[in-house]
């Protein structure tokens, strides 16, 4: 035992997946890899922050719950966290996350059993890469770092997004500099694969040439290039198409919908099905839906089978494809889309007087203003989605306020092994 190796016990296990315990001092140490009970070995590692942490170095005395992780990478790659867990310990943990917002908002709900998605059926993914002394590595970014962990095998990911790394390794290895870093966007979408590779430079005849070729041996659909950012702004500004193969099309409720480069989906088709199944059995047929913070349409297309839905989404993209899908298809006079900024300009308490129904799934941030102006209207039921307890119960707090009874809350695992857990939830008045 060297001298900064200390043992201690693990007494709680929080919601980054994180086991805690106290180090010397009584000091709290948070531990990646242990669980609540356990006796382990750590290095204590230069506080970041506030909060020290104690990199795991063996388990003394294990606890019951404890798993072998699937991956030769886990713990060393940032992208699991709970692969440690057996199925039982899995489900609490998730389940208490969720229980722990609520409890935190004062809302009070059933949170009901964890609906599980496959091993290995995560669609979409950003991979990182580093041009190494003896090559590029690829894959995520190591937990609270931003070294590269190469990425040998994955559990998480569908296979055709594997696959796709040795040959974008090959490539990279052929045009970016030592030291230099890129990213990759991979999405699976029915099988073909929508590329988008953020590289350092520009795009110039010679890159576009490259990216070509690579797009077509690698068997990829689109492939599309942004250059890489500095800051954020860099990020935002749309990727330039280079080669488009084959279409890229979506299926939401038997309706195809040509997606746009960088579109939303959920993130797997298991997690797509079950949220469209929760939010497509919360309403009744034959009435009048907003679907706030829609996308493509994954819920629209779904409810409008028996239902009139207005689409609304601050993405003009993703609603111009939204529109152009429910027109051929047929459906126009049953779905309209509208490109809307909703933290800034949400529904207003009047405009949802014409909805017998809304149903809203936000990005990270939740839809506080719209749930406010929710919480002010008639509409009988909101469906919530959400890949994010802690906002969903603010928002769900502001609806119970405005007289809003929260059903069970039912978590969905789409994002499986990490700390997030995607849910969904009716408010009914
Ligand atoms: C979690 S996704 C859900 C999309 C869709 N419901 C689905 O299942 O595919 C969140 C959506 O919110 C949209 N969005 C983000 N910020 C927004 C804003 N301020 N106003 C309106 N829509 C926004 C994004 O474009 C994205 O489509």
Known sequence: MSDNEIDIVISTLGARGDGCGRGAEGRTLFVAGALAGERVRVVVEDAVGAVPRGRLVEVLEPAPGRAVPDCRHFLDCGGCVAQHMDAGLYENWKRGIIADALAQAGV????GPLQR????????ARLFAVRTATGVAVGFQASGSHRVVDMTMCPAVEPALFAFVAPLRAFLAEVIDPSARAEAE???VDGALDVVLRLPGSLDWGMCERLVAFGRDAGVARIGWQPLARGRRAKAE??????AFSAIRAVFGGIPVALPPLAFLQASVAGECALTAAVTASLADGIRVADLYAGAGTFTLPLAKTRHVDAFDGAPDLIAALDAAARASGLGTRVTATARDLERRPLSARELAAYDAAVFDPPRGGAEAQARELARSDVG???????N???FARDARILVDGGYEIGPVMPIDQFRWTRHVELVAAFRR
Do not use: D, G, I
């Not at 998605?117 to 979409?124: E, F, G, H, L, W």
């Not at 749309?238 to 080669?243: D, K, M, R």
């Not at 039921?381 to 890949?387: L, P, Q």
């Open 238 to 243: 749309p990727p330039e198409t280079v080669a």
């Open 186 to 188: 991979v999405q699976v």
């Open 117 to 124: 998605v496959p091993k290995a059926s995560r669609r979409r």
């Open 389 to 391: 307890p802690a906002t």
């Open 108 to 111: 009070a709900a059933n949170v």
């Open 381 to 387: 039921t909101v469906v919530a989605v959400s890949c």
